[in-house]
């Protein structure tokens, strides 16, 4: 049954895979003899595996699914993300954090980010705060990369979407519980290969069909009149334009979300991510980390670069290839360019075609007639990527690669997500299993160096958490949003603490601790009361508000704001003030994490 909805050249494909991946994460294991090796890699690993891994464990079906369905909608405005993703993420991380990061990791001998800082700043406090941070928040992000591979199963193959993500996520476990940091690294390392193949495969097939790189360019700024009317309120001009930009009006809100929470949101909170920030201090040398900034550079630049611009061109796609929608033309776009808003109709039980209550759509106007219309009012047209993806953001690059690619790409983007989705998701269950055992049992307990148990536990625990928020949480890009809450919370929880225990030898434990607390207070405080669509689904808002949706409802631009734009200014502020304030830790511990 499985053969008739998948055929069997995929099964074998997958099949051939998954045992690729079951084998180095076998490799990994029979590697791992010590905690150093289970957590951190045995700190020896090769630049080129340290990249590619860095490289899929920031890129995931998140980046592809989530953000390109988003430049789908929103269009090549997106693209900023992939600047904020190669000069933050690579080489401000690269060659200014990465060095610190790794001398002190080393010196302090810390095994997991929490415990970087922790040692840093010698506080227990910072590491069990730390490590329950990442474990309760990160099966969020994990829940975002696994609807992301799992909507593109359930419409590639007509699989059910629970299924799919049951047996995704039993695979998943069963390698990251196995293998540890190593085995995590060396199936990274292959799926990272995999990743970049797919995605610079998807590029040239999409620029091919669209007759090359200017025509495609152009076709899609003149569709600009089809962007739907409340996008164009919330100041969207085209997919090759930048949103309105200003402050205090409505029309400003689409600015505010892609510059807030779809690139600073995501752009800076790479800086802070703890299953990153580890593997810098898994190579043996500085020259290593220099090694792979090249690598790391290109592969983000192809990985993003490509899933944005692929998603804003799949309008350019659905207008001229996509399916014909009939109905009659309530309003004229563009007389020149043929575009219009058509009220769908469709013939009755009597045969007389009749409007289909509800449902309208804007259209490029084929020009065909439609066969068995007999009245003249009656056209057609293709509409833009969001009607073809059913409304749901998260459908559109899948939608797209069943409707545009050849049958064999469906599978070779399979393994690309594949890969995409499960290098991401090994990472994060690792750091999740890590923190619930190193940073919060090993603490509380005394036990040190005897948690793998209980890391494996977390694992799995995790993995439950991220299912359940897979299965309730879909629609609205939801992916692109649990990745931007995730990214962002880490920047104001931890960047502030990272970059002073590396850099400021005046900050101090105090300070440290104040602004941990304070960046994750206010980003709960906006989640939960300012920012309209998160504080609206958790619902605590409109029982003090009287049904408002935002405390801030009645002021234009701030319910979309990010909660990075407040609580990173106020997280750093707390740590200066308080440094200043404060004593700094003895010399003799500076000498311990500083010392050359």
């Not at 705060?129 to 990369?145: C, D, E, N, R």
């Not at 670069?305 to 692929?310: E, H, I, K, L, P």
């Amino acid at each position: 049954m499985l053969a008739q909805a998948v055929g069997l050249a995929e099964i074998l494909v997958v099949l051939l895979y998954l045992l690729l991946v079951v084998f180095l994460g076998w490799l990994g294991y029979t590697r791992t003899k010590t905690a150093t090796d289970y957590l951190i890699a045995g700190r020896k690993t090769h630049p080129f595996v340290m990249a590619m891994s860095y490289g899929a464990t920031f890129i995931s079906t998140s980046a592809i699914v989530g953000f390109g369905g988003v430049a789908g909608l929103f269009g090549m405005s997106v693209l900023w993300l992939t600047f904020c993703n190669i000069f933050v993420g690579i080489f401000i991380a690269f060659v200014f954090l990465a060095p610190a990061a790794r001398r002190m990791g080393h010196r302090l001998d810390a095994h997991t980010f929490p415990e970087l800082l922790a040692r840093r700043f010698d506080s227990k406090f910072i590491q069990v705060f730390a490590g329950l941070v990442i474990f309760l928040f990160i099966p969020l992000y994990a829940a975002a990369v696994l609807i992301g591979g799992c909507e593109f199963i359930s419409t590639q193959f007509g699989i059910d979407y629970n299924a799919a993500l049951l047996v995704f996520s039993v695979i998943i476990a069963a390698y990251v519980v196995m293998g540890g940091l190593k085995g995590v690294m060396y199936s990274d390392a292959l799926q990272g290969s995999i990743m970049f193949v797919g995605m610079l495969t998807l590029l040239l097939f999409t620029y091919t069909r669209l007759g090359g790189l200017t025509k495609a360019h152009d076709t899609l700024t003149d569709l600009a009149p089809l962007v739907p009317g409340s996008l164009q309120a919330i100041g969207h001009q085209g997919w090759t334009a930048m949103p309105k930009f200003g402050f205090g009006d409505t029309q400003y809100n689409l600015w505010w979300i892609v510059i807030t929470t779809i690139t600073l949101g995501v752009g800076i909170g790479v800086l802070a991510q703890p299953q990153l920030v580890v593997r810098f201090m898994t190579v043996k040398s500085t020259r290593e980390l220099n090694r792979a900034v090249a690598v790391g550079g290109v592969f983000i630049l192809i990985m993003t670069g490509v899933a944005f611009t692929v998603g804003s061109l799949s309008n350019a796609y659905f207008a001229q290839f996509g399916p014909l929608l009939n109905g009659r033309v309530v309003k004229v776009l563009d007389q020149e360019e043929a575009l219009a808003v058509l009220q769908i109709m469709a013939p009755n039980e009597a045969g007389v075609w009749a409007d289909v209550e509800g449902k309208v759509a804007p259209v490029k106007l084929s020009g065909e007639p439609v066969e068995g219309a007999g009245q003249a009012e009656v056209v057609s047209g293709r509409s833009i990527s969001i009607v073809n993806a059913g409304g749901n953001p998260d459908q559109i690059i899948p939608a797209y690669i069943t409707s545009a690619m050849p049958k064999w790409f469906g599978l070779l983007f399979l393994l690309t997500l594949l890969a995409a989705a499960m290098s991401t998701l090994s990472s994060q269950f690792h750091a999740v299993g890590t923190s619930i055992g190193r940073d919060v049992y090993e603490q509380l307990t005394g036990r040190h160096g005897r948690s793998i148990g209980v890391n494996r536990a977390g694992i799995i625990l995790g993995i439950l958490i991220a299912m359940l928020w897979s299965y309730y949480a879909r629609g609205g890009y939801i992916i692109a949003r649990a990745t931007a809450i995730f990214f962002g919370l880490c920047a104001s929880a931890f960047l502030p603490a990272f970059i002073g225990g590396l850099f400021w030898r005046r900050m101090s434990k105090s300070a440290a601790v104040a602004s941990m607390v304070a960046g994750f207070a206010v980003t709960a405080f906006w989640l939960l009361f300012v920012k309209a669509q998160e504080a609206s689904a958790i619902g605590l808002v409109q029982k003090l508000t009287d049904g408002k949706t935002s405390i801030l409802a009645d002021s234009p631009n701030w319910p979309v704001v990010d909660p990075l734009m407040v609580a990173l200014p106020i997280s750093i502020l707390v740590a200066i003030v308080v440094t200043l304030v404060t004593r700094p830790v003895s010399q003799e511990h500076l000498d311990k994490c500083f010392a050359r």
